[in-house]
Nanobody
């Protein structure tokens, strides 16, 4: 089992910035990939960004160019820096960890942190 704890959400004005954190209960080097997803009210959960154990990153088109996913292996933590925030970014942001155990893939989720972008 991998436990994930998100933090850093809050209320920001349009154009502002937030830095989300996801702390894992195991060394993130043992996790295939970690990423961020978000879900707005009445909508399906959508992909935001991922980072692999090798450091490769991927971003959704909606956040590309204004968001950065990074990792701190010493702290077992993955971050999502979000700049130039828009009202459309308002959602619950959840951390995901993809782990491979004996050729079986598992996905673990944190409880989420609320991001609200409003003036």
């Amino acid at each position: 089992q991998v436990q994930l704890v998100e933090s850093g959400g809050g209320l920001v004005q349009p154009g502002g910035s937030l830095r989300l954190s996801c702390a894992a209960s195991t060394t993130i080097s043992s996790i295939n990939a970690m990423g961020w997803y978000r879900q707005a009210p009445g909508k399906q959960r959508e992909f935001v960004a991922t980072i692999t154990s090798g450091g490769s990153t991927n971003y959704a088109d909606s956040v590309k160019g204004r968001s950065t996913i990074s990792r701190d292996s010493a702290r077992n933590t993955v971050y999502l820096q979000m700049n130039s925030l828009k009202s459309e970014d308002t959602a619950v942001y959840s951390c995901n960890a993809n782990v491979l155990h004996y050729s079986i893939a598992y996905n673990y989720w944190g409880q989420g942190t609320q991001v609200t972008v409003s003036s």
